[in-house]
């Protein structure tokens, strides 16, 4: 069998493609033709119907219109409903960007959609929380801390900037939308100023108080080039530094009148990180190049300072008065060095600045996981160097980095118990028991949660693989078979008894090559990977995976349908196949094998069919769902296809190679787009899947899960963490002889 490219139905099977309007029109025809006879009996009853459903328009909220302005401030989470969807609660989310406030030494993070105030005067017990902000629409992406105030922006369908009155870090409450009129690129502060990048305008704030921000002047950003977008702001007083993406570096004084400010240029390349601290401007490129500029009177490169004697380049920096720290590393290499050099005296102000003492070094077990040192943080009073390893938020007393030290080898440090990591960090895998969500993501960790009470879900337990050596293991997928969790890692499968979840077990580990993927068909676990086929009794972990096949598969989809397994992958030749396996005996065989046209990300067996979330040839993003009639294992024909449109340019962003998911829910499919959100699709035709509507999910959505027996539909994601939405039953749709009219779901048509 041959699947479709996007545009073209090879099959007499396969339906063309139609426009939405059209799969709209005909799907309803379908509908009407079955119901004539309801429709004339009950003419008066489809007259009122309608005429609910226009009056509904206004007050049921669009797809597209989903949740507040501003996120209510007396709730930790913002509640929001779309259409089918009312968002109950929210953990987790990538950890980026540690910022200090030096007056008050807290330190603020970047968590998923939020930012959380973490108290580092005291490191010694721990680092603490002190609170956190109401969940922004999208993930957090740029901060600029000034005098208890954060200005920061997120990735959101419609990309905002937002102040947060952080005068009481342990309830940040004022959190404001700033409306200027264009999607914000980046942000600066410094004591009591802000500016946000608006395009290509510079909006300069004062927040002299947090809670009512005015704004003071907005002008052009002088210098930049056609097409050019801001990527980094830097402010010091009224002094100004741009990054731009043509590699160049706009320094602007905001004192002088805007017909006068001409600005100094700096051209070194594509700028990853900036400081400006009085006269200094610290500008860090994508080759790993460190620079120091003067800015004044005149503009003036003081040094730069490129790859070391042992061939590594700087990938990030932080800078505290006279104290400069270097995070150092070879591309694709685990051991990272971590140095304080010092600025002070005529050493550090003409030339490459000495060493206080000599470097740290640093494992970084998931090079995938960037480390971060924050700004501000350094070497006054002994104060810790904020890091992220490893997922978690790290600090490094600089008292012990600058510490004299005898010749010999770099020292080691190790993550230390004072490490703290939010639940939920990132999704990948999500497994359900009755009682326990598991959720896992790159960093090899496994949460046990309590779903109970989904607005708040709680911590049980956590496990983690040990790190040998190197090695940096990931999960790739989840599964419960009763009490007993298997995990699927990058190059092992390790089963953990979970009866006592506050500490789970493991009771079995086996190496299986790269590229795990797992199913349960019964007890019986099904494990595909680079090593081949294997099985094991899911409730007898101790008697282990048996190999069944020495064939390498690299599986993508995974489904099973009516006694069948289905699987969606690449043959060792490399060309997308789909495979209908038979698991009724102790052995496992192929019973059928065809080749496709698309790459399948994800399957789900929905009511008589199966479908398929694909993309054409090799693509990220998926792009269109597939509906397959697999009731003859030797002869899958497709019955109908939707494309699923590509997201606005500034749209949620997903992480290249999550695979998405599908979940067939009363009727209907619920697609997790890594990049949309979620895509409600009907599927009463299958021949005409109808797209019911498009419903936002923090940093888009990777994996799906439902509770069990419930409404409640769980959303996972790389970089949004976990998102626990209720879903309401589906509103009466009117019947209508031939014209289309809105409904409470949003006018008719494309």
């Given at each position: ?382 104060q810790p160097l904020a890091l992220l390893h490893d997922g978690r938020v790290e600090t490094v007393p600089v008292a012990e980095i600058s510490a004299p030290r005898g010749a010999g080898a ?341």
């Amino acid at each position: 069998m041959t699947l479709p490219a996007r545009h073209y139905a090879v099959s007499t099977h396969w339906s063309r493609m139609h426009t939405k309007r059209s799969r709209r029109g005909w799907a309803l025809l379908v509908r009407l033709a079955s119901a004539s006879a309801a429709l004339f009996a009950f003419a008066a009853i489809g007259v009122a119907t309608q005429s609910a459903a226009i009056q509904g328009v206004a007050a049921a909220p669009r797809a597209d219109e989903a949740g507040p302005a501003e996120p209510p401030l007396e709730k930790d989470m913002a509640s929001w409903r779309t259409g089918r969807f009312t968002a109950i609660g929210h953990t987790g989310g990538v950890v980026h960007s540690p910022t200090y406030e030096p007056l008050r030494s807290i330190a603020w993070l970047a968590v998923g959609p939020r930012l959380v105030a973490m108290d580092v005067s005291d490191v010694a017990p721990g680092l603490r929380p002190l609170g956190r902000t109401p969940a922004l629409p999208g993930p957090v992406f740029r901060i600029a801390v000034g005098h208890q105030f954060v200005l920061t922006t997120d990735r959101s369908e419609r990309p905002s900037a937002w102040l947060i009155d952080g005068r009481d870090p342990a309830w940040p409450r004022g959190v404001r939308r700033l409306e200027l009129g264009a999607p914000p690129r980046a942000v600066a502060a410094d004591g009591r100023n802000a500016v946000v990048i608006a395009g290509n305008d510079i909006v300069l704030l004062n927040v002299e108080n947090p809670s009512a921000p005015c704004i003071v002047e907005r002008r052009t950003l002088p210098g930049i080039e056609p097409g050019a977008r801001a990527l980094h702001a830097v402010l010091d007083g009224l002094r100004l530094a741009v990054a731009t993406d043509d590699g160049r570096v706009l320094v602007v004084d905001l004192g002088l009148p805007e017909e006068g400010a001409v600005p100094a240029v700096i051209e070194e390349g594509q700028t990853v990180e900036m400081h400006l601290d009085g006269d200094r401007l610290f500008v860090l490129n994508e080759f790993g190049f460190l620079f120091l500029y003067r800015v004044r009177p005149v503009l003036t490169r003081v040094w730069a300072m490129a790859r070391d004697e042992d061939n590594r380049i700087i990938l990030d920096f932080g800078v505290a008065g006279d104290a400069l720290a270097l995070l150092k590393g070879v591309g694709g290499e685990a051991s990272l060095t971590l140095e304080v050099r010092s600025l002070a005296g005529p050493e550090g102000e003409r030339r490459e600045p000495p060493l206080l003492a000599p470097a740290v070094a640093i494992a970084q077990p998931h090079p995938s996981i960037p480390l971060y040192i924050s700004q501000g943080l350094g070497a006054r009073s002994g104060q810790p160097l904020a890091l992220l390893h490893d997922g978690r938020v790290e600090t490094v007393p600089v008292a012990e980095i600058s510490a004299p030290r005898g010749a010999g080898a770099v020292p080691a440090w190790e993550p230390s118990a004072t490490a703290w990591a939010p639940v939920a960090d990132t999704v990948i895998a999500m497994a359900r028991s009755h009682d326990l969500i598991a959720v896992a993501g790159r960093n090899g960790r496994v949460d046990l949660l309590d779903p109970r009470h989904p607005d708040a879900p709680r911590l049980i337990g956590t496990w983690r693989e040990e790190i040998a050596g190197d090695w940096a293991p990931h999960v790739q997928d989840l599964q419960f078979v009763e009490n007993v969790l298997w995990v699927a890692l990058n190059s092992r499968v390790v089963a953990l008894d979970v009866r006592k979840p506050e500490s789970p077990r493991p009771v079995y580990s086996k190496a299986v090559g790269s590229g795990a993927r797992m199913i349960i068909a019964g007890h019986r676990v099904i494990v595909f990977s680079s090593h081949g086929l294997y099985s094991a009794d899911g409730l007898r972990p101790d008697e282990g995976l048996r190999l069944l096949n020495r064939r390498s598969l690299s599986i993508t989809a995974l489904a099973m349908h009516d006694q069948q397994l289905w699987a969606a992958g690449h043959g060792p030749t490399g060309t997308s196949n789909l495979y209908a396996f038979d698991v009724s005996g102790p052995e496992i065989r192929v019973n059928a094998e065809h080749t496709l046209g698309v790459t399948i990300h994800a399957l789900a067996s929905a009511g008589r069919n199966l479908v398929a979330l694909s993309s054409a040839g090799d693509g990220i993003s998926p792009d269109a769902l597939q509906v397959l009639d697999v009731a003859d294992w030797s002869n899958v024909r497709g019955l109908g296809q939707l494309d699923l449109a590509p997201p606005a340019a500034d749209g949620r962003v997903g992480i290249a190679g999550t695979r998405g998911a599908l979940l067939a829910w009363d009727g209907s499919v619920i697609v997790a787009h890594p990049s949309v959100g979620l895509i409600e699709v009907d599927l009463s035709v299958p021949s005409f899947p109808d797209e019911l509507g498009r419903f936002p999910v923090t940093a888009g959505a990777d994996t799906l899960l439902r509770d069990v027996g419930g409404d409640v539909l769980w959303v996972g994601s790389v970089l949004g963490g976990l998102t626990a939405l209720r879903k309401t039953a589906p509103e009466a749709r009117p019947v209508q002889l031939w014209l289309p009219i809105a409904t409470a779901w949003g006018p008719a048509g494309p």
